[in-house]
Nanobody, 123 residues
Framework: VQLQASGGGLVQVGESLRLSCSAS????????MGWFRQAPGKERDFVAA????????YYGDSVKGRFTISRDNAKNTVYLQMNNLKPEDTAVYYC?????????????????WGQGTLVTVSS
């Protein structure tokens, strides 16, 4: 499956962005989906994940209450709504797909990755 992330950009503190990740070349509803991010000089961190059915969601501690992950299996797309953005949210955001036994926050368990979209939050 090929993943294409979009929606990044430059925003001010407190503003919102919605990232999208479109999938092609596979059966999207088979995949558990995740969002990760990587800031310059730092390791890739878990942001959010959603089960293939959409019935379960998981969030990293730093984004709980501010970010919402969702998916539309009819559109082969997963979203990340980011509200109340902070400078520490600045990073390249990656979407990823996993098929099989799922450990939502473990990036090593994901089988496919998108190219990333840059989010910059300016103070």
């Amino acid at each position: 499956v090929q993943l294409q992330a979009s929606g990044g950009g430059l925003v001010q503190v407190g503003e919102s962005l919605r990232l999208s990740c479109s999938a092609s070349g596979g059966t999207f509803s088979r995949y558990n989906m995740g969002w990760f991010r990587q800031a310059p000089g730092k390791e890739r961190d878990f942001v959010a994940a959603i089960r293939r059915s959409g019935g379960s969601v998981y969030y990293g501690d730093s984004v709980k209450g501010r970010f919402t992950i969702s998916r539309d299996n009819a559109k082969n797309t997963v979203y990340l709504q980011m509200n109340n953005l902070k400078p520490e949210d600045t990073a390249v955001y990656y979407c990823a797909a996993e098929v099989g036994i799922w450990y939502p926050s473990n990036s090593n368990e994901y089988d496919y990755w998108g190219q990333g979209t840059l989010v910059t939050v300016s103070s």
